[in-house]
């Protein structure tokens, strides 16, 4: 994953200019309504788990991001409990709580539960995912080197 090869002090930057508490705070607790909605319907939310073979002690953070990333998954939560997104979970929302993970144990020493199986599991939205939150970092270090030019 490439997202877990960034710098601390990268992250840390990143997550100070571009990831505010406020957003952070609102993806964690639409993470945690979303897997209580899932949960109620116990035989689809134990399919799903079943499909990304989670580990029995994972933090609702990880888990969310192996269910909303897996499009399979994606698609029939947003089915079955009519949610207004379009057709998918937007993979903005869990690239910034991957950095925000990343961060959480890179910068804060905060290791959560399945953080070691999400750095190794393989499937496509994961990749997109990772591939998105390594990007934005990368335009966020582009934009932090230009300068203004006066003619």
Known sequence: MHTFQIS??????????????????????????QLEEMAQNKE??????KKV????????????????????????????????????????DLADLLLHV???KKVKNIELDGLDYLLEYEEEGIEVMDQ????????????SKEAPMEF
């Open 8 to 33: 601390e002090s990268l992250l840390e930057n990143f997550k100070n200019d571009k990831l505010s508490d406020v957003r952070i705070n609102f993806l964690i607790a639409q993470a945690n309504e």
């Open 44 to 49: 689809l939310y134990d399919s799903f788990l």
């Open 53 to 92: 073979n989670a580990p029995e002690k994972i933090d609702k953070i990880i888990l969310w991001i192996l269910l909303m990333s897996n499009e399979t998954i994606g698609s029939k939560y947003i089915r079955e409990f009519k949610k207004d997104f379009r057709k998918f979970i937007p993979v903005s």
């Open 102 to 104: 990343v961060y959480l």
């Open 132 to 143: 998105y939150a390594f990007t934005n970092v990368l335009l966020y270090i582009q934009r």
